[in-house]
């Protein structure tokens, strides 16, 4: 294969097979309309939570779908649950119960 100078960061890279997606299945079967998520960060842009902490809803979304789940447990629980996200999302993802979920899921393996 030609070598064109560049290729994919090795921290970008996951291996879908190995990752631990099960997060990702639970909060589906739960709310179907997280799956319907593009990323366009809309939420993120109006995000009560953002304006005072790193916490960022596209961001968390894009992780706990790749299966890396160390800064969705840090940073989950800095959500305000104010619901404003919801209204602003072109795609009618359920955010608030996405992330109330999310902790709750979370919480729920740290105590088994
Ligand atoms: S606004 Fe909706 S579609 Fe856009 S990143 Fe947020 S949850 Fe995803
Ligand atoms: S519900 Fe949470 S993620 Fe959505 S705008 Fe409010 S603080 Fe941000």
Redo the contacts with the bound molecule.
Sequence with gaps: MKDFGFGIKKSGVIDLDKADMSLMREIAAEEPSFLHCFYCGT??A?????KYTG?N?RRLQLLIKRGQLDEVSERIS?????????WVCPKGVN??HV?MLVNKKLHARKIR
């Design positions: 939420c993120t109006t995000c009560s939570a953002g916490f809803l800095e959500c305000m649950l104010c619901g404003k996200c919801q955010t608030r992330v």
